[in-house]
């Protein structure tokens, strides 16, 4: 049943909106000047975190235009003079694209497992990011930021990832098999 009036509509508006607004939330506290130790390494890597985490329970609050941009606004936004614009916004749309293939084996498991796909993940996003700096620059990048970015990160995620986990809505594959009832798809109840 839904609720009607403006309350309804507000309602349904922020739920369509949190996503995107967490999302750019993180792209821009990239950019914060944040004087905390080591806050400035996992910066870069929490919108992906982010991305994780709203394409576990809602993939299709997350279409790919919203995920290319915000991709290019951290890109425009970390990136100095030569850095690629783009690589960003492309692993967003991989990180999600795996875990919406992947999502039978994501959900509803532990959280142990989760925070294991998520370091599969973003290991693979932080090599993406790395290997195709280096090769738009075409300089010998240091590989060691990058790690230093992935250990803080999968650090970090146990903290952030239940966090964000509460604030998305609840997906009906969280919800265990014996209590997800019987109805069939379109049909009503009494």
Do not use: H, K
């Not at 993180?26 to 709203?54: K, N």
């Not at 951290?74 to 614009?85: E, F, R």
């Amino acid at each position: 049943m839904r609720a009607d009036g403006v309350l309804g509509t507000l309602d349904r508006w922020g739920r369509l909106m949190v996503p995107g607004t967490v999302l750019l939330f993180f792209v821009l506290l990239t950019f914060a000047p944040l004087r905390v130790p080591y806050i400035a390494d996992v910066l870069p890597l929490l919108p992906a975190l982010a991305v994780f985490q709203f394409s576990l329970a809602t993939p299709e609050r997350l279409p790919g235009p919203l995920l290319l941009a915000m991709g290019v606004l951290l890109d425009l936004l970390l990136g100095g003079p030569g850095a690629p614009v783009g690589v960003s916004a492309l692993g967003f749309v991989l990180i999600r694209a795996a875990v919406v293939s992947n999502r039978r084996y994501l959900v509803g498991v532990p959280f142990l497992f989760q925070w294991m796909g998520f370091c599969l993940l973003i290991l693979g996003y932080v090599f993406l990011v790395w290997i195709f700096t280096a090769i738009w620059t075409w300089t010998d990048l240091d590989v060691t930021p990058a790690f230093a970015q992935y250990i803080v990160v999968i650090v970090a995620y146990p903290l952030i990832g239940p966090l964000l986990a509460r604030v998305r809505p609840r997906d009906p594959l969280n919800v265990p098999e014996a209590s997800r009832g019987t109805a069939t798809p379109g049909e009503t109840t009494s």
